[in-house]
């Protein structure tokens, strides 16, 4: 009896090992060059597709204004290899995006008498909601460690609201936050 039951553990572990892994946790690692920061949650569905959440939060500045916020990335998966199940392989991945972001202008608007700047401060939220697609490649490791480089079209559309300016006529340009954009990342995660 004790055998058995050594046999049947044996094998219990040795097939819990060999099961693929469900859920994947990542990182975008070229976030932080743009100050921000970019992570995800992958689940399986089934052998062919899957669900994934992204968070995006960020702190930049581009000139004299600062850029900061969040920004939540829903993305559904088809992966198209017939040799290796979701989580693996190339995917398509339709995805829509909401952003709630603050900008802060900072700049000098004049001089008093004795020479010494004056500061101003203007504030804006900018609110977009959008989406695209991405193609991409998704490696798993050992069971445990994933690599995932995607890019893709995306689209941005939304409206600034000025809450605060120093003049009373204060506007702010959304830049490369709304309209037509690239959507890229490679993460780094583990699969589990």
Same mark, same amino acid.
């Given at each position: 009896?004790?055998?058995?039951?050594?046999?049947?553990? +044996?094998?219990?572990? /040795?097939?819990?090992?060999?099961?693929? *892994?469900?859920?994947?946790?990542?990182?975008?690692?070229?976030?932080?060059?743009?100050?921000? =920061?970019?992570?995800?949650?992958?689940?399986?569905?089934?052998?062919?597709?899957?669900?994934? +959440?992204?968070?995006? &939060? #960020?702190?930049?500045?581009?000139?004299? #204004?600062?850029? !900061?916020?969040?920004?939540?990335?829903?993305?559904?998966?088809? @992966?198209? !290899?017939?040799?290796?199940?979701?989580?693996? =392989? &190339?995917?398509?991945?339709?995805?829509?995006?909401?952003?709630?972001? /603050?900008?802060?202008?900072? @700049?000098? %608007?004049? @001089?008093?008498?004795?020479? /010494?700047?004056?500061? *101003?401060?203007?504030?804006?939220?900018?609110?977009?909601?959008?989406?695209?697609?991405?193609?991409?490649?998704?490696?798993?490791?050992? %069971?445990?460690?994933?690599? %995932?480089? &995607?890019?893709?079209?995306?689209?941005?559309?939304?409206?600034?609201?000025?809450?605060?300016?120093?003049? =009373?006529?204060?506007?702010?340009?959304?830049?490369?936050?709304?309209?037509? =954009?690239?959507?890229?990342?490679?993460?780094?995660?583990?699969?589990?």
């Amino acid at each position: 009896m004790k055998k058995i039951l050594l046999a049947a553990t +044996i094998v219990a572990a /040795t097939s819990a090992s060999a099961v693929a *892994q469900n859920n994947v946790v990542k990182v975008n690692i070229l976030s932080p060059i743009v100050k921000t =920061g970019s992570f995800f949650y992958e689940h399986k569905l089934n052998a062919s597709s899957s669900l994934q +959440i992204g968070g995006l &939060f #960020t702190s930049a500045k581009i000139e004299d #204004t600062k850029i !900061s916020g969040f920004a939540l990335t829903p993305e559904y998966r088809f @992966y198209l !290899s017939e040799r290796t199940p979701a989580p693996e =392989g &190339f995917y398509v991945g339709p995805f829509v995006r909401y952003q709630n972001l /603050t900008l802060k202008s900072t @700049y000098t %608007d004049s @001089y008093n008498s004795t020479g /010494t700047p004056t500061t *101003q401060t203007d504030e804006a939220s900018l609110n977009t909601f959008g989406g695209g697609v991405v193609v991409g490649r998704q490696w798993i490791f050992k %069971d445990t460690f994933s690599l %995932d480089i &995607f890019l893709g079209p995306s689209y941005n559309g939304g409206s600034i609201e000025v809450k605060s300016t120093s003049n =009373g006529n204060g506007t702010f340009d959304a830049g490369p936050l709304t309209g037509f =954009g690239v959507r890229t990342g490679i993460t780094f995660g583990l699969a589990f």
